[in-house]
């Protein structure tokens, strides 16, 4: 099994749309003529590295739905077990001497981006003041609904108060992914008059996906 792109002449999925019902969601869409079955790859967007109409597509994990399976279901129903975005593709299948090809169509056709709620972060910020030294300790704590890129993140320092922006202090990236739980960081050393506040690299980007809390 394998892709090839879409051209002239081969059957393209159209119409594809969703109904969302509580945690399951129905998706239907416009057979093509002689099509009796297709592939569908759902994945979660959370990352936002993935967007509608890229050819990033993998052929591993992909689920075979039959024509008769859409009849009698009346679509495809899927249950929805993740928070954020989440991604479907439906691709038609042929078969051309004895191997499945997939179609993969230009555009977003085919393509139907579900939003189930923005995953939530929450962090805090613990600091610890020492009187011999000019420093203070600072211990940054994550709690995440699902992974979090390192690039979704930075931490803002400011001196005298606490920033209220990215844009308003010293900003720091974070070197690693946050996974799915509790992740408490390194303590990092800070002036006596430092104050630190996590934000979005970039908030309108990822506050699609993400909400960040203070704890």
């Known amino acids: 099994m394998r892709f090839i792109e879409a051209e002239e002449g081969l059957p393209l999925i159209t119409g594809l749309s969703y109904k969302l019902d509580e945690d399951h969601c129905l998706l239907r869409w416009q057979w093509p003529d002689g099509i009796q079955a297709v592939y569908i790859d759902e994945r979660s967007a959370d990352r936002g590295s993935y967007e509608k109409g890229e050819n990033t597509a993998s052929?591993?994990?992909l689920k075979l739905y039959t024509r008769e399976e859409y009849k009698a279901a009346g679509g495809y129903r899927d249950r929805i077990d993740k928070v954020g975005l989440v991604l479907y593709t439906v691709y038609a299948c042929?078969?051309?001497?004895?191997?499945?090809?997939?179609?993969?169509?230009p555009g977003v056709e085919n393509t139907v981006e579900i939003s189930t709620g923005r995953a939530?972060?929450?962090y805090s910020i613990r600091q610890k003041n020492s009187l011999l030294r000019k420093?203070?300790?600072?211990?940054?704590?994550v709690l995440a609904e699902v992974e979090v890129p390192k690039d979704a993140l930075c931490y803002v320092k400011k001196q005298d108060s606490y920033p209220a922006s990215i844009e308003d202090g010293t900003v720091y990236p974070f070197l690693r992914?946050?996974?799915?739980?509790?992740?408490?960081?390194?303590?990092?050393e800070v002036g006596k008059n430092d104050y630190v506040r996590l934000f979005f690299t970039d908030g309108r980007k990822y506050g699609r996906y993400y909400e960040?809390?203070?704890e």
């Open 59 to 61: 052929t591993e994990g």
């Open 94 to 105: 042929v078969m051309e001497n004895g191997e499945k090809l997939l179609i993969r169509q």
């Open 120 to 122: 939530k972060i929450r």
């Open 135 to 141: 420093y203070k300790t600072v211990q940054i704590s």
């Open 177 to 188: 992914d946050f996974p799915a739980g509790r992740s408490t960081l390194p303590v990092i």
């Open 212 to 214: 960040l809390i203070p």
